[in-house]
T-cell receptor, first 110, second 111 residues
Framework: DVKVTQSSRYLVKRTGEKVFLECVQD?????MFWYRQDPGLGLRLIYF???????EKGDIPEGYSVSREKKERFSLILESASTNQTSMYLC?????????FGPGTRLTVL | GQNIDQPTEMTATEGAIVQINCTYQ??????LFWYQQHAGEAPTFLSY????GLEEKGRFSSFLSRSKGYSYLLLKELQMKDSASYLC????????????FGKGTKLSVIP
């Protein structure tokens, strides 16, 4: 079974803090993705990566950056957290077909 | 641009059949996915259609018409545990691994 894990289920941070969300997959997948999910807006793609050290912007990259130093790990970075980044963050990985999702991190920015 | 439409909410009775529709207008198309997401949990893969027609998997079936930009997910013999959100997603093009998601349909199954 594919396993995608995320570093935290719940996280509370203050405005202006730098925030790191970590995602690890154990199936040697090439592609990894970061989404945020908000009520009424659905899943929106922030960034994705199709190889180590490669990254592509998704639909809403502003205020975020990513890092992929190893194939199994994809990190999402909020350089200076703001209250409008309070959301559920979901990581996913895939090879050729479906994406497999991690359990999500519910981030609250105060 | 990308646009995927599905109903926001639906209610159905335990034991019944429900059909959740999805229409899409996207700049490319290389397959359509359905995911199930229980409240507070991650989405899980249900089905994938890339050719026109019906794909059946147990109580769940998914249909695709590429010419109409239309898909549906059919759930038979509804159970209480089927109460969840159902997400329609389109793979944008050959060689792309990106998915564009609809906003999801929240299905409530009542006794």
């Amino acid at each position: 079974d594919v396993k995608v894990t995320q570093s935290s289920r719940y996280l509370v941070k203050r405005t202006g803090e730098k925030v790191f969300l970590e995602c690890v997959q154990d199936m040697d997948h090439e592609n990894m993705f970061w989404y945020r999910q908000d009520p009424g807006l659905g899943l929106r793609l922030i960034y994705f990566s199709y190889d180590v050290k490669m990254k592509e912007k998704g639909d809403i990259p502003e205020g975020y950056s990513v890092s992929r130093e190893k194939k199994e790990r994809f990190s999402l970075i909020l350089e200076s957290a703001s209250t409008n980044q309070t959301s559920m963050y979901l990581c996913a990985s895939s090879n050729t077909r479906e994406q497999f999702f991690g359990p999500g991190t519910r981030l609250t920015v105060l | 641009g990308q646009n995927i439409d599905q109903p926001t909410e639906m209610t159905a009775t335990e034991g019944a059949i429900v059909q959740i529709n999805c229409t899409y207008q996207t700049s490319g198309f290389n397959g359509l996915f359905w995911y199930q997401q229980h409240a507070g949990e991650a989405p899980t893969f249900l089905s994938y259609n890339v050719l026109d027609g019906l794909e059946e998997k147990g109580r769940f079936s998914s249909f695709l018409s590429r010419s109409k930009g239309y898909s549906y997910l059919l759930l038979k013999e509804l159970q209480m545990k089927d109460s969840a959100s159902y997400l329609c997603a389109v793979k944008n093009g050959a060689g792309s691994y990106q998915l564009t998601f609809g906003k999801g349909t929240k299905l409530s199954v009542i006794p």
